[in-house]
């Protein structure tokens, strides 16, 4: 059982910055490949980022490209998701999940952990 907080969310302006973290307990955090997802009312859960386990490869949605970066910190269990530039349209739910594949995924069925969520609101 892998256990995930997210925290770092908050009420921004359009333009501004935020880290969004995510902290691991329970299960070897390096045999985790990590994503975060969103989802705002009324909408899908939607895929945004993910690592591989050894932090050496990402992917991520066409619409943050440019502007959201993911990281980890192995040492502290940790996946962060750096955000910039942002715009209304990012205010969501943001979600940070876990899977033992190799590979990357943008597929929520294939993680088997999920945080709570931390809520992200942008206003214009």
């Known amino acids: 059982q892998v256990h995930l907080v997210e925290s770092g969310g908050g009420l921004v302006q359009a333009g501004d910055s935020l880290r969004l973290s995510c902290a691991a307990s329970?299960?070897?955090?390096?045999?985790?490949?990590m994503g975060w997802f969103r989802q705002a009312p009324g909408k899908q859960r939607e895929f945004i980022a993910t690592?591989?386990?050894?932090?050496?490869?990402?992917h991520y949605a066409d619409f943050v490209k440019g502007r959201f970066t993911i990281s980890r910190d192995d040492a502290k269990n940790t996946v962060y998701l750096q955000m910039n530039s942002l715009k209304p349209e990012d205010t969501a739910v943001y979600f940070c999940?876990?899977?033992?594949?190799?590979?990357?995924?943008?597929?929520?069925?294939?993680?088997?952990?999920w945080g709570q969520g931390t809520q992200v609101t942008v206003s214009s």
């Open positions: 329970g299960r070897t955090f390096s045999d985790y490949a």
């Open positions: 690592i591989t386990r050894t932090g050496g490869d990402t």
């Open positions: 999940a876990a899977h033992q594949g190799l590979w990357l995924s943008t597929l929520p069925k294939i993680y088997d952990y």
